[in-house]
């Protein structure tokens, strides 16, 4: 099995205090920016990347946030540049750059030259984003797929090609010849995946690895079955290749201390910064045009709930919701925490993890433990361990 660490690379201070009437002001004004706390944020952060790759992780995953305290990877792209230079062996994980949001060509030249700089180490990511995002850029969110299909081949003709020209709705080149190329002819595409049907048959038609939902269960199974038909449907067969699943672990001595050292950040990552200035609701990305009216008609009903993903589920968690949540989750001792990834994996039918050890901008010291205790304790018997499973083999081409 393939072990990433997932990092959100939240600002690394708590800002409960902030809060009014429950809720983190939006936009948050620079007088509650500290210079000197994203200054040791950024170098925290790469030194746990450093360590990871000292121990034997298989990559690093990165991402791109505009304008919270929810995440400072504004440029995954410096981020992963940074990285290639601290480490040797990790995969960068770019998941990823917002492709509806920025000029398609400089992003495949920056995506270059990351894959240059780090020996062909690149995974690039591609995502359409969230709302802040489009709020923040001022794209309109009815032109976020056309955006996001017109950059993907731009990008793609761009590394595979000799010369290219493009004429498109949003941008146009001629008779490009791109320098510096991929060291890997064409990088690896990862797609991560909240559950749009279209997004998914976007991927289902390139052949791309998918991370399915937020969450486990009903709702990430229905995402697999309706991408298992999008793959058949243009000749691909799904394998635990195509799947890359999100998983939050804490390793500790007992379920308890798990749950009593964790809750602090698991729920001010839920109550605080997940939906900050941002709108998760599906309802609400339809009206704004962000999703098609139909883009859950291939889930079950009982999994329709999920699909809507309501703020308040979010913004309202409790410590006894997390209690009960804990209770299946991968959180405790590392013989629990290794039995739980495995079973995700395996009901999931993915051979590849992306793990967040630091939800909520845990402290420095407390993420370095995680990462070394999860490298020691976990690790190896997930490296050891892998999926063969089709995933949901049930499903008929």
């Known amino acids: 099995m393939k072990v990433f660490v997932f990092d959100l690379l939240p600002y690394g201070q708590h800002l409960d205090s902030l809060k009014v009437n429950g809720e983190l002001p939006y936009p948050l004004p620079k007088k509650f920016f500290d210079p000197k706390v994203a200054t040791k944020t950024y170098a925290e952060h790469l030194d746990a990347w ?86 923040v850029h001022n794209v309109a969110m009815a032109d976020s797929r056309p955006r996001f299909e017109e950059a993907f081949e731009i990008i793609t003709r761009a590394w595979k090609e000799e010369v290219f020209s493009y004429e498109g709705k949003f941008w146009s080149y001629k008779d490009v010849a791109m320098w510096p190329r991929p060291v890997q002819n064409s990088p690896e595409i990862w797609v991560p995946i909240s559950g749009s049907k279209e997004s998914l048959e976007f991927a289902g038609k390139h052949n791309l690895t998918i991370t399915p939902g937020l969450v486990p269960g009903g709702l990430e199974q229905d995402i697999v079955r309706y991408y298992a038909k999008c793959l058949a449907a243009h000749g691909h067969t799904i394998t635990p290749k195509h799947l890359s699943i999100g998983i939050s672990a804490y390793v500790a001595d007992s379920k308890a201390a798990a749950v009593r050292e964790y809750a602090p950040y698991f729920l001010y990552f839920n109550q605080t910064l997940f939906s ?80 967040s050890l630091n939800r909520g901008a845990m402290p420095h010291e407390m993420f370095i433990e995680q990462i070394r205790r999860f490298a020691r304790d976990v690790l190896p018997a997930l490296k050891a361990h892998e999926v063969k499973r089709v995933p949901l083999e049930d499903v008929a081409a």
């Open 276 to 355: 900050h200035g941002n709108f998760t609701e599906t309802a609400k990305q339809r009206d704004a045009g962000y999703v098609s009216q139909g883009s859950s008609d291939y889930v079950r009903p009982e999994n329709m709930k999920s699909a809507a993903r309501s703020r308040e589920a979010y913004r309202n968690m409790t410590l006894a919701d997390f209690e009960r949540s804990a209770e299946t989750m991968p959180l405790g001792t590392p013989e629990e925490v290794t039995r739980r990834i495995i079973a995700r994996a395996e009901a999931a039918g993915a051979n590849s993890i992306q793990v």
């Open 50 to 135: 450093e360590e990871m790759d000292k121990l034997g992780f298989d990559g690093i995953g990165f991402n791109e946030h505009h304008c919270s305290p929810y995440g400072l990877m504004n440029s995954p792209n410096l981020m992963a540049a940074a990285a290639a230079q601290r480490t040797k062996n990790l995969k960068l994980l770019i998941y990823g750059n917002l492709l509806p949001l920025h000029e398609p060509l400089r992003l495949a030249e920056e995506l270059s030259m990351i894959d240059c700089m780090s020996n062909g180490r690149l995974i690039a990511g591609f995502a359409r984003g969230i709302p802040r995002e489009y709020q």
